[in-house]
């Protein structure tokens, strides 16, 4: 494993330490964690310095250097970049697959469930583990929050098993979770008697988007009151949702959020989603939501 690259439009690679030349390898050598990155055709040295891209920085042209990296001329240390993420990206990697392992081997579908704070992420667990609960379907919840039990002390009573999370006792303080925390948290629930399992993630709009847990599945809790721009802001973590549940639809005639724009907005950075709007003042809006669920739960005999 090589040195780690993220640019400014989310996307990543890693590569060798040692310096090379495009042209000396074949290019499946390296290894990309997104698929997004291009590639000069021509050769480019890999020292220790960022690798130029096409249009990208060089000697005669210091201003695309700049714009690659911003402009850090208010550090002492000037643009110098350490690269530290390689083996963390490559150790959580490892752990997302031994919980996919664990979770295929037994029959749970697992959804990872990401949203801003405030976006209505617990409340819409609460609704799903209630119907969960009057269908037969036997639900876990890892809830996941930087402190207190606040949100796992709500989603008690609905007959799910609730493995608590808090990022800040042990864990750093982290505003995300990564797969050696749902690790951690999947000692607690028993996972041979349950069939889907939901991951809610740590209320942040960027950092969840950028570490495999191991789920199956992601969704996006959106509320309508975040505007309708966040998706051309935050395009990461709209790219990593297959469904964007888009919550709060009851305040719609009280703000100047169009949902049509949000759904423009998204299409440009993830034309393959899906858009569901919801609302807890009706619960019969949550039925699509459900029906999705349930297309991709297990079938028992």
């Not at 989310?10 to 698929?35: L, Q």
């Not at 988007?209 to 966040?230: L, N, P, Q, R, W």
């Not at 034309?271 to 569901?276: D, E, F, H, Q």
């Amino acid at each position: 494993m090589g040195r780690f690259h993220r640019h400014a439009d989310g996307t990543t690679h890693a590569h060798d330490d040692h310096e090379h030349d495009h042209e000396d390898h074949d290019h499946v050598d390296h290894e990309h964690v997104d698929r997004h990155h291009d590639h000069d055709p021509g050769g480019h040295k890999h020292g220790l310095g960022p690798a130029p891209r096409r249009g990208g920085a060089s000697p005669e042209h210091p201003e695309a250097r700049e714009r690659e990296v911003g402009d850090h001329s208010a550090y002492e240390t000037g643009t110098t970049r350490v690269a530290v993420l390689t083996s963390i990206f490559a150790e959580n990697d490892r752990a997302a697959d031994g919980n996919r392992a664990a979770f295929d081997a037994a029959g749970v579908v697992v959804i990872n469930v990401m949203s801003s704070p405030g976006a209505g992420k617990t409340t819409v667990l609460a609704a799903t583990l209630a119907w969960c609960r009057d269908a037969g379907i036997r639900a876990g919840v890892i809830e996941g929050d930087i402190e207190t039990s606040l949100d796992a002390e709500r989603l008690a009573g609905y007959g799910a098993q609730v493995s608590l999370l808090n990022t800040g006792a042990g864990f750093g303080g982290e505003c995300h979770l990564d797969a050696p925390m749902v690790a951690h948290a999947l000692r607690r629930l028993d996972l041979d008697s349950l069939d889907v399992v939901f991951v809610e993630n740590v209320g942040n709009l960027v950092c969840p988007a950028e570490f495999d847990v191991g789920a199956h599945h992601s969704v996006m809790v959106y509320a309508i009151t975040e505007g309708e721009e966040k998706p051309l802001k935050y395009p990461v973590m709209f790219r990593a949702c297959e469904l964007v549940l888009l919550n709060k639809m009851d305040l719609v005639p009280y703000l100047d959020a169009d949902p049509e724009d949000f759904r423009a907005h998204l299409a440009r950075v993830n034309p393959a989603a899906t858009v569901l709007p919801v609302t807890s003042r009706d619960l019969t809006s949550y039925e699509p939501w459900f029906a999705w669920l349930s297309a991709r739960l297990p079938t028992r005999g």
